[in-house]
């Protein structure tokens, strides 16, 4: 994930919660770590990309439509399911969280403080984000930053950080399955729970074998941003990854799944203004064979 993906994914969480009186997921952290010059810039930007996302919209609310329509549903999606399984997992007794790709996601700084958290990312951005922390004010005692390329061998760095392959662990990769290949992701599936004790967990989101016009123009502006999608899942791919790393899957949600369990509430409340998973995503939760999970 390059910085300005990973900026306008902060914003959209952002956005969601200032201006979103249905809060599917709520991140007061997100405007924090961004600056009021970047969120007018970002915000100016899509507003001015409305005839890419919607050429036909004639509203008053360009951003609005944007950030609802097409940004933010995968982004709060992806964050919704995480936070959920993250909190039944420390429930169940992890007490390492690790974030792979962390760009700028503020969920290691809400939870218990004997949580050890570790956010892995490029050395350059990791430096920005603990700036960003730093500037805000944001409590970050039980974070361990780890610079770190994920297509390489990353393990002596995070075991270097503190990390304890023996503690149970919940590990998030959001956005990452995107940007690589098949290969490269089930490689840094099976090296995770090589490197973590019995019954951890993991969530990811991954683009799926269906397609959509969201996910084109995602794909669209990926490529505008630098990075290349470059792989897509089926459900027996994603099985056969999970065979393959000594794990279960125990989830695997999509659009439909994630209307019903996150959305479902806030487009009850506001149906003229409906928020709707994107369908050429899904979600996956993963566990370590071993013990009774």
Do not use: W
């Not at 249905?22 to 005839?51: C, H, Q, R, T, Y």
């Not at 990452?176 to 990811?204: G, P």
């Amino acid at each position: 994930m390059n910085n300005m993906t990973a900026l306008v994914s902060c914003f959209a969480r952002y956005y969601h919660t200032k201006t979103d009186g249905a809060k599917v997921f709520d991140d007061p952290l997100a405007g924090e770590i961004l600056s009021e010059s970047e969120k007018n810039a970002i915000a100016e930007n899509m507003k001015n990309g409305i005839a890419f996302f919607d050429p036909n919209y004639k509203g008053g609310d360009p951003l609005g439509r944007i950030m609802n329509g097409f940004i933010a549903p995968s982004v709060i999606a992806r964050s919704a399911f995480c936070k959920r399984h993250m909190e039944n997992e420390i429930r169940l007794g992890a007490r390492q969280y690790v974030i792979a790709a962390a760009g700028y996601d503020t969920s290691g700084y809400k939870i218990y403080r004997d949580i050890r958290v570790f956010e892995l990312d490029r050395p350059e951005m990791i430096e920005d984000k603990a700036r960003r922390v730093d500037e805000a004010g944001i409590d970050r005692e039980n974070i361990s930053y780890v610079g770190c390329d994920l297509g390489k061998d990353f393990i002596p760095a995070l075991l270097n950080a503190g990390y304890d392959s023996k503690e149970r662990t919940f590990f998030s990769l959001l956005g990452i399955s995107f940007y690589l290949t098949q290969d490269e992701f089930a490689r840094c599936i099976k090296t995770l729970f090589e490197n973590s004790a019995s019954e951890s967990a993991l969530v990811f989101d991954f683009p799926n074998d269906r397609d959509c016009t969201r996910e084109q123009k995602n794909r669209l502006l990926a490529g505008g941003a630098g990075e290349e999608m470059k792989a897509r899942y089926s459900h027996t791919d994603i099985e056969r990854i999970a065979g393959e790393a000594g794990a279960l899957v125990y989830e695997l949600a999509d659009s439909g799944d994630i209307d019903r369990d996150f959305f479902k509430t806030h487009n009850e409340m506001k149906n003229a203004e409906p928020i709707l998973a994107p369908e050429g995503v899904s979600y996956c939760l993963m566990v370590k064979k071993g013990g009774q999970y």
